[in-house]
């Protein structure tokens, strides 16, 4: 496993831009297809965005298909580009990542696919 460490999270305005960093801890996401799930108060953790292990697939949920933008740097840092945010983006935000060759949207979309989990960044938009 990849011990995965988020920072990003905050307060915006809607309308607002944030943008949230996963980075590994001892171990390199180079052969890891990585992704972003986010969880609100009450609700199930849901699917926001994923880049498959080539570094190059992205997927994304409908809901932020436009706004949000998940990209891989030669850091190997992967990062989610939040823009025109939403009072119902707000959600903690979980950074995943695998092994496993995940090349569509929907096993993209499956936690259970995911071998290593983030703490969590909170997100809040107010409106």
């Known amino acids: 496993q990849v011990q995965l460490v988020e920072s990003g999270g905050g307060l915006v305005q809607a309308g607002g831009s944030l943008r949230l960093s996963c980075a590994p801890s001892?171990?390199?996401?180079?052969?890891?297809?990585m992704a972003w799930f986010r969880q609100a108060p009450e609700k199930e953790r849901e699917f926001v965005a994923g880049?498959?292990?080539?570094?190059?697939?992205t997927f994304y949920t409908d809901s932020v298909k436009g706004r949000f933008t998940i990209s891989k740097d030669t850091k190997n840092t992967v990062s989610l580009q939040m823009n025109s945010l939403k009072p119902e983006d707000t959600a903690i935000y979980y950074c995943?990542?695998?092994?496993?060759?995940?090349?569509?949207?929907?096993?993209?979309?499956?936690?259970?696919?995911?071998?290593?989990w983030g703490q969590g960044t909170q997100v809040t938009v107010s409106s």
């Open positions: 995943a990542a695998t092994l496993r060759s995940l090349v569509t949207a929907q096993t993209m979309a499956v936690t259970g696919n995911y071998d290593s």
């Open positions: 001892g171990r390199s996401f180079s052969s890891h297809a």
């Open positions: 880049i498959a292990r080539n570094g190059v697939n």
